[in-house]
């Protein structure tokens, strides 16, 4: 049995409602992120789901160096401190390099380590030694049991507040492909277990210089995921995700994410864990 993770306003863990982590790829703008986080927790709220709002102030891994990466730590701290306060949800964002993460810490509530950076230990350390909750995206390289060597570091540096994403495996080609194994696997290993609906749909480089997606298949995965026993999902929300300036061919519009979380909510009840609100 998992861990809880205690998240201020709510608990992460088995015996909890699945949680939303959900908002843009990386942090556009403030009004893009305030407008969308309210929008979102309008209807998890409506439909009983914990929510934390998700962007990045920078995204250190884009494909061409040409690509937008975001405004940066300053500017991204101050808006998602902005989105906390006004919208009353704790946020995410992702951390880099083991320098950032102390600074990050202060506007957010959750730091994720990136998939590709999951087994940098000085970066896991550091993450850990904020007291932050620590969201580790299992690396496309990775089985899902070598996660335990990153729990372990995590635990070695003093903390328990961990969740793991899983995120696809990478077969080469521009292509991902989901194991849902992997969700009870890594689940074992202790700690809640997110199910990242829209990288999972991503085609890595698959645009040439930027990476592409298929965002008709996040509902057949989600859905699996629901039934799998996950503990939240993680989603990239957009607005017109076809004019983002990140990730948008695998981000869900955000006028699409009631009827999908309506459902997963169906699908969560049906599988045993259900959302507070029992809708």
């Not at 998240?7 to 409602?17: D, E, N, Q, V």
């Not at 074992?188 to 990242?196: A, E, I, K, R, T």
């Not at 989600?222 to 939240?232: F, Q, R, V, Y």
């Amino acid at each position: 049995m998992p861990h809880d993770v205690d998240l201020g306003p709510f608990k992460i863990g088995a015996s909890h409602p699945h949680f939303l982590i959900a908002g843009p790829c990386v942090i556009e703008s403030e009004r893009l992120a305030l407008e969308t986080a309210q929008r979102i927790a309008d209807i998890t709220r409506s439909l009983g789901i914990p929510y934390v709002f998700k962007a990045s102030y920078d995204k250190a891994n884009r494909t061409s160096i040409a690509s937008f990466r975001g405004p940066g730590i300053e500017e991204g701290i101050r808006v998602l401190r902005k989105v906390r306060e006004e919208v009353g949800v704790p946020v995410l964002t992702d951390v880099h390099s083991a320098e950032e993460a102390a600074r990050a810490a202060e506007g957010a509530d959750i730091l994720q380590i990136p998939a590709f950076l999951c087994r940098q230990t000085d970066l896991l350390v550091a993450a850990a030694k904020t007291g932050r909750v620590v969201n580790v995206k299992k690396g496309q390289f990775l089985s899902p049991w070598e996660m335990g060597n990153v729990v372990k570091k995590l635990e070695e540096s003093g903390t328990h507040r961990i969740v793991l994403t899983e995120r696809g495996s990478s077969f080469g080609y521009n292509n991902l492909v989901v194991d849902m194994r992997a969700l009870p696997i890594m689940r074992s290993l202790g700690y809640p277990v997110v199910f990242d609906a829209t990288h999972s749909v991503q085609l890595p480089g698959g645009a040439g210089t930027k990476s592409s997606g298929q965002r008709e298949f996040i509902t057949p995965l989600a859905s699996a995921a629901a039934a799998a026993g996950c503990d939240g999902f993680f989603m990239e929300v957009h607005p017109d995700p076809d004019r983002a300036l990140s990730d948008g061919p695998n981000m869900v519009p955000l006028h699409q994410l009631k009827p999908l979380l309506e459902r997963l909510v169906r699908i969560c009840h049906a599988a045993g864990k259900g959302a507070e609100s029992g809708a």
